[in-house]
T-cell receptor, first 115, second 117 residues
Framework: DAGVIQSPRHEVTEMGQEVTLRCKPISGHDYLFWYRQTMMRGLELLIY????????DSGMPEDRFSAKMPNASFSTLKIQPSEPRDSAVYFC?????????????FGSGTQLSVL | AQKITQTQPGMFVQEKEAVTLDCTYD???????LFWYKQPSSGEMIFLIYQGSYDQQNATEGRYSLNFQKARKSANLVISASQLGDSAMYFC??????????????FGTGTRLLVSP
């Protein structure tokens, strides 16, 4: 079975440009998560969806960040306009359900560099 | 306050030796779950092992075991017979079970393990 698929793997852009990160969760998984990993802050949950509906976006740092899940097999995280401090690895993860012991399956991440 | 604390930024171990990676947690919820993930240099996050707060026995998955000491609020990962491929970052994470609805997974800062030949 295919795991969580993220694209692109690497993204280099200039400050002020729009960046779109893409994610395809594992089929049949009801939950989708976007995490950001930096040296300073570690792994932070930005937003998560349940059955394509955004449930908690309290981790989204600013209005420049937005996320959508138009269907069960696709989600995007958009940054507009991008800033150098947005440079990080962005992970998408999915899980089948929301139970206590439900493990998250992570994609390979997108390494974003904003110059 | 930190929910998950990993006090060892880096650990070294020789191949074939066992190593323990420390993790302490903070919660007042009697129901919670503890996870360990591995992040090799390639970057992906790989699930290793899970322990529920009500589980009677320590979790084991192959060479991985979780030394769960509830009173001390610690959930240390033990890797037996280390292999070169175990060199990676290791993250401890917790999910609390309070209330209804989904609770997010909170990660520690990680421990970098280096296995030497």
């Amino acid at each position: 079975d295919a795991g969580v698929i993220q694209s692109p793997r690497h993204e280099v852009t200039e400050m002020g440009q729009e960046v779109t990160l893409r994610c395809k969760p594992i089929s049949g998984h009801d939950y989708l998560f976007w995490y950001r990993q930096t040296m300073m802050r570690g792994l932070e949950l930005l937003i998560y969806f349940n059955n394509n509906v955004p449930i908690d976006d309290s981790g989204m740092p600013e209005d420049r960040f937005s996320a959508k899940m138009p269907n069960a097999s696709f989600s995007t995280l958009k940054i507009q306009p991008s800033e150098p401090r947005d440079s990080a690895v962005y992970f998408c993860a999915s899980s089948r359900r929301g139970g206590l012991g439900e493990k998250l399956f992570f994609g390979s991440g997108t390494q974003l560099s904003v110059l | 306050a930190q929910k998950i604390t990993q006090t060892q930024p880096g650990m070294f171990v020789q191949e074939k030796e066992a190593v323990t990676l420390d993790c302490t947690y903070d919660t007042s919820d009697p129901s919670y779950g503890l996870f360990w993930y591995k992040q090799p240099s390639s970057g992906e996050m790989i699930f290793l092992i899970y322990q529920g707060s009500y589980d009677q026995q320590n979790a084991t998955e192959g060479r991985y075991s979780l030394n769960f000491q509830k009173a001390r609020k610690s959930a240390n990962l033990v890797i037996s017979a280390s292999q070169l491929g175990d060199s990676a970052m290791y993250f401890c994470a917790m999910r609390e079970g309070k209330g209804t609805g989904f609770q997010k997974l909170v990660f520690g800062t990680g421990t970098r393990l280096l296995v030497s030949p």
